[in-house]
């Protein structure tokens, strides 16, 4: 999580989230309004846009039963859903915004992150969730991309990098053991405006480091390797929800090879 010193800090930046994660859904059921509901998600091509809905009501139901039950759900999804995938979603997001608003962002909740379990880990892993799955609704209507605004996208690589990368590297190493098989463990820059994070790969996992830098160009310590791009792309990029157009690479092109494969494993 983003660093934050403060209890005044700590509530300004969950308001933060809790507001970009209501901008966000708006955005992707308007979307999900205009596209057709059998259309391929170009993004997600085993999905229709019928279930793209389906899927973002599932997982905000998840996410309710985790902070209200304290435990993860184990039979899911549950029965009882609307059939309808736009009433299905509008009732899930219903119940997810009425649990934020009934609990503080620093009360317990069930998660798969062991350091963070409370309510403020959903908070920002939904507001993430929901602006990626607005671009596959977008892209499934059709429409102009919106733009996701710099902090917030910097938010996003910053969870990408240190929850699904070194995180679940060490906790599932067998999803990542081809990957991580014969590493390089030189580090790899990944530059996003002012925020910057070295990336080391080893065979045991993924350590990840951030710097504050004056500007994605900004020499990050000793990276073998750079790749750098506007922080909405680069978020975008990471989720495979882009393609490498629009990031640059510099240094050891091997080296960046070698992360970009690790970053598909963050994404499966």
Same mark, same amino acid.
């Given at each position: ?9 700590? @509530?300004?930046? =969950? ?5 970009? &994660? ?13 596209? @057709?509901?059998? #259309? ?10 019928? @279930?793209?809905? &389906? ?11 985790? +902070? ?22 509008? $009732? ?9 608003? !009934? ?12 350091? /963070? *379990? ?17 671009? /596959?609704? $977008?892209?499934? !209507?059709?429409? #102009?991309?919106?733009? +996701? ?14 929850? =699904?990368?070194? =995180? ?15 590493? @390089? ?5 990944? !530059? ?11 065979? #045991? ?5 951030? =710097? ?17 791009? $506007? ?23 091997? &080296?960046?090879? *070698?992360?970009? $494969? ?7």
């Amino acid at each position: 999580m983003q660093t934050v010193k403060t209890k005044r800090d700590k @509530d300004a930046y =969950f308001a933060r989230l809790r507001g970009h &994660l209501e901008h966000e859904f708006r955005l992707l059921r308007a979307a999900l309004t205009v596209a @057709d509901p059998a #259309e391929r998600v170009p993004s997600c091509p085993a999905w229709t846009a019928a @279930d793209l809905a &389906l899927h973002v009501a599932h997982t905000y139901l998840h996410k309710v039963l985790a +902070i209200r039950e304290g435990a993860l759900p184990e039979d899911w999804p549950p029965p009882g859903l609307d059939p309808s995938p736009l009433v299905a979603l509008d $009732e899930a997001y219903a119940a997810l915004i009425e649990t934020f608003e !009934a609990h503080r962002h620093g009360d317990a909740a069930a998660t798969w992150y062991g350091p /963070d *379990q409370t309510v403020g880990f959903w908070i920002r892993r939904m507001c993430h969730e929901s602006a990626v799955h607005r671009v /596959d609704a $977008e892209l499934v !209507a059709g429409l #102009e991309l919106a733009p +996701i605004p710099e902090d917030i996208a910097q938010d996003g690589v910053d969870e990408f990098l240190t929850l =699904f990368l070194a =995180f679940m590297s060490e906790v599932w190493p067998d999803h990542y053991a081809e990957a991580l098989a014969d590493a @390089d463990p030189r580090p790899v820059a990944i !530059a996003a405006g002012h925020r910057a994070w070295t990336v080391t790969a080893k065979p #045991e996992g993924v350590s990840v480091g951030e =710097f504050l830098v004056p500007d994605e160009s900004a020499y990050v310590r000793n990276e073998a390797a750079r790749i750098s791009g $506007e922080p909405g792309e680069m978020l975008l990029w990471l989720w495979g929800r882009m393609d490498d157009r629009v990031v640059r690479s510099t240094g050891d092109p091997k &080296l960046a090879a *070698q992360f970009a $494969e690790i970053r598909k494993r963050g994404t499966q």
